[in-house]
């Protein structure tokens, strides 16, 4: 079942979206929504990197964009500040 809930996304712009959320009480991932696997090179057999895999009780790619926060309301209610001088006109 899908949880959705509100979230600050800061990049590429401030923005709060409506995601999907691991399930707490999932007992695959113990409601941390996925989990890292190392994984070997294929010849050696060495260790390679770590993926990182989701979860099926949830899906981190079932997110809406709601609103664009402008960027003086991120930063009095998120204390975003800008990456980089922006040249938007204030909104
Ligand atoms: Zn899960």
Redesign the pocket.
């Known amino acids: 079942m899908a949880r959705m809930r509100l979230r600050f996304n800061p990049w590429p712009r401030p923005t709060i979206e409506l995601t999907d959320t691991?399930?707490p009480k999932?007992q695959?991932?113990d409601?941390?929504?996925?989990w890292p696997e190392d994984y070997g090179h294929p010849e050696t057999g060495e260790y390679a990197g770590t993926e990182w895999w989701d979860?099926?009780?949830?899906n981190a790619y079932r997110v809406r964009r709601l609103l664009r926060l402008p960027g003086w309301l991120a930063h009095l209610l998120f204390g975003w500040t800008s990456p980089t001088y922006s040249t938007e006109p204030p909104f």
Request: net charge negative; aromatic share 16%.
């Open positions: 691991p399930d999932c695959v991932c409601g941390y929504g996925g979860c099926t009780c949830w």
